[in-house]
C-alpha cells in the first residue's frame, strides 16, 4: 500500500470548515484513498474513500487531485466534537489498512 | 444493530497470567481484524480472518499470542504468560467481503503488572 503524508496537527474554529490533507504521491492506480477518525478513548471510525472522483456523505467531503497524489478531506462546519485524530490511508484490495500517526484536529470555541 | 463488540472492557492483570479478549462481529460480516495500539507503536494489526479463517497474522508479535475464531460471531485473542509490554489497547473490527470499511469495536485497555 503506498505510503500517506499527514500534519501532524491542525486547528480549526468551531462552525468553519475543516480541511485536513494528505500526500500520498506514490499511490497506484487500483488503490482507494479512506479516512478513518479516532476520538480520544473511542475504536477508528470510517468516515469516507474514494477512488478518483471526489465523494461526499453526510459526515464530509473527499477532494481528490486529478493525478491522484493528494487528497483533501473537508468536515464543512466542524465542531468540538470533531475533534480527534484523523487517518489518511491509501489501500488496495488486500483488506488491510495500515494507520499512520494522523492528523490531531483540535476545534476550539 | 449493537455494532461490534468486546469483552471485558478494562483488563488488570499480573504479569505471567494468562489473558483472554473476546470480540463478537457485525452480523453478517465475514472478515474480523484485531489490532493493538501503544502510545510508542500507535495502532498495529495483529491478525485477521475471512469466513473464521486465519489469513494473516504477521502482526502477531511472539508466540505468547494467540487467536481464534470458532465460529462467524466470537472471535478471541489470549495472551499467555502475559507482560507488562502487553499492556495497550486492544481493538477488534469487522467488515462485509469486498470493502475496506471496517467498524471497529470500543476497545479492551488491558494493563498488565
Known amino acids: 500500500d503506498a505510503k500517506t503524508t499527514q500534519p501532524p496537527s491542525m486547528d480549526c474554529a468551531e462552525g468553519r470548515a475543516a480541511n485536513l490533507p494528505c500526500n500520498h504521491s506514490?499511490?497506484?492506480?487500483?488503490?482507494?484513498v479512506y479516512w478513518y477518525r479516532q476520538i480520544h478513548s473511542q475504536g477508528p471510525q470510517y468516515i469516507i474513500h474514494?477512488?478518483?472522483n471526489n465523494e461526499t456523505n453526510e459526515m464530509a467531503s473527499l477532494i481528490i487531485t486529478e493525478d491522484r497524489k493528494s487528497s483533501t478531506l473537508i468536515l464543512p462546519h466542524a465542531t468540538l466534537r470533531d475533534t480527534a485524530v484523523y487517518y489518511c490511508?491509501?489501500?488496495?484490495?488486500?483488506?488491510?489498512?495500515?494507520f499512520g500517526k494522523g492528523t490531531l484536529l483540535t476545534v476550539n470555541p | 444493530d449493537a455494532g461490534v463488540i468486546q469483552s471485558p472492557r478494562h483488563e488488570v492483570t499480573e504479569m505471567g497470567q494468562e489473558v483472554t479478549l473476546r470480540c463478537k462481529p457485525i452480523?453478517?460480516?465475514?472478515?474480523l481484524f484485531w489490532y493493538r495500539q501503544t502510545m510508542m507503536r500507535g495502532l498495529e494489526l495483529l491478525i485477521y480472518?475471512?469466513?473464521?479463517?486465519?489469513?494473516?497474522d504477521s502482526g502477531m508479535p511472539e508466540d505468547r499470542f494467540s487467536a481464534k475464531m470458532p465460529n462467524a460471531s466470537f472471535s478471541t485473542l489470549k495472551i499467555q504468560p502475559s507482560e507488562p509490554r502487553d499492556s495497550a489497547v486492544y481493538f477488534c473490527?469487522?467488515?462485509?467481503?469486498?470493502?475496506?470499511?471496517?467498524?471497529f469495536g470500543p476497545g479492551t485497555r488491558l494493563t498488565v503488572l
Open positions: 490511508i491509501v489501500t488496495g484490495s488486500n483488506y488491510k489498512l495500515t
Open positions: 480472518f475471512n469466513n473464521n479463517v486465519p489469513i494473516d
Open positions: 474514494g477512488l478518483k
Open positions: 473490527a469487522s467488515s462485509f467481503s469486498g470493502t475496506n470499511t471496517q467498524y
Open positions: 452480523s453478517g460480516h465475514d472478515y
Open positions: 506514490t499511490i497506484s492506480g487500483n488503490e482507494y
